[in-house]
C-alpha cells in the first residue's frame, strides 16, 4: 500500500503540511520502475499529487501484482525492511528517505532493495494508464538517488 488512502491524509501530502508516509512510483530512463518513500519530506514530484483518484486506483493495481523474483539487499544497516522487501519482489526498485533517521543528512533517497527481475513500463503495459500521475526521469535507477539529482532530471 502506497499510503493509507485517506483523503484528509492526501491533503497533507499535497500541500506538505506534515510528515506522513508517502510512497509514489517513477520510471526512469530505461523504462525500470521505483518506488520512492517519502516520509512527504524528500524530493516529492507535483505530478505525483495530480489525482488523488488515480493514485488509489494504481495503489490498488500495485496489490495486484505478483512476485517475480527474490530482491537484493542494498543497506547493511539494522532495520525493518519488509516494506521495501515486498516492492521489490514485484519488480520495483525500492528507495526510502533514511534522513528522517539520520542527524546528518544526506538529502537523498537510499536504495534499499532493487529487484532480481526489474518491473518495466513496457512488460507491465497496464500501468502505462497511470503515466499522468508517474514522473518520469533521465537516469537509471540502481544506486542512491540524490533530491537534487532528481529534480535535476524529472521529465516534464
Known amino acids: ?34 518506488i520512492f518513500s517519502t516520509f512527504n519530506r524528500g524530493f516529492k514530484p507535483k505530478i505525483v499529487t495530480k489525482s488523488f483518484e488515480d493514485f488509489l486506483k494504481l495503489d490498488k493495481f500495485i496489490e495486484t ?36 533517521h539520520r542527524t546528518n543528512k544526506l538529502e537523498r533517497y537510499d536504495i534499499i532493495y532493487q529487484p532480481k527481475e526489474p518491473l518495466t513500463i513496457e512488460n507491465q503495459t497496464e500501468l502505462k494508464k497511470f503515466e499522468n500521475i508517474i514522473p518520469k526521469f533521465d537516469l537509471v535507477f540502481g544506486e542512491n538517488l540524490k533530491f537534487v539529482e532528481l529534480e535535476n532530471t524529472l521529465k516534464e
Request: glycine share 8%; net charge negative; proline share 3%.
Open 1 to 34: 500500500m502506497l499510503f493509507n488512502r485517506e483523503i484528509t491524509e492526501w491533503e497533507h501530502i499535497v500541500n506538505g503540511s506534515y510528515d506522513i508516509e508517502f510512497d509514489y512510483v517513477a520510471i526512469d530512463r530505461i523504462g525500470q520502475l521505483a
Open 65 to 100: 501484482l505478483p512476485k517475480i523474483g527474490t530482491p537484493i539487499q542494498k543497506v547493511d544497516n539494522d532495520g525493518n525492511y519488509d516494506d521495501w522487501r515486498n516492492y521489490a519482489e514485484l519488480g520495483f526498485y525500492a528507495y526510502d528517505n533514511q534522513d528522517v
